[in-house]
């Protein structure tokens, strides 16, 4: 996994900018799935995951990062980003 391209992409394209030892936590020992690492990204904003709207969009990055095959309803099937 390349963690500096997913932490890159969450500054320069949705604005978040973890603190270093979130980003070195998270590098060292990532999550094992989507969710629960993007969980993790957004505690270390001081968002809370349940109620922000940024959700969907640190999902979608995250799991690009981390291979996931999602749904991609113009094609009508599930492919990797």
């Given at each position: 996994?390349k963690?500096?391209?997913?932490?890159?992409?969450?500054?320069?394209?949705?604005?978040?900018?973890?603190?270093?030892?979130v980003?070195?936590?998270?590098?060292?020992?990532?999550?094992?799935?989507?969710?629960?690492?993007?969980?993790?990204?957004?505690?270390?904003?001081?968002?809370?995951?349940?109620?922000?709207?940024?959700?969907?969009?640190?999902?979608?990055?995250?799991?690009?990062y981390?291979?996931?095959?999602?749904?991609?309803?113009?094609?009508?099937?599930?492919?990797?980003?």
């Open positions: 996994m963690a500096a391209r997913l932490f890159t992409d969450l500054s320069v394209k949705l604005g978040l900018m973890l603190p270093v030892e980003v070195e936590r998270l590098t060292e020992s990532p999550p094992a799935t989507v969710d629960a690492f993007t969980d993790e990204i957004l505690r270390g904003e001081g968002l809370d995951p349940t109620t922000t709207s940024t959700r969907p969009d640190v999902r979608a990055l995250v799991a690009e981390m291979g996931e095959p999602i749904w991609d309803g113009r094609r009508g099937r599930r492919h990797r980003v």
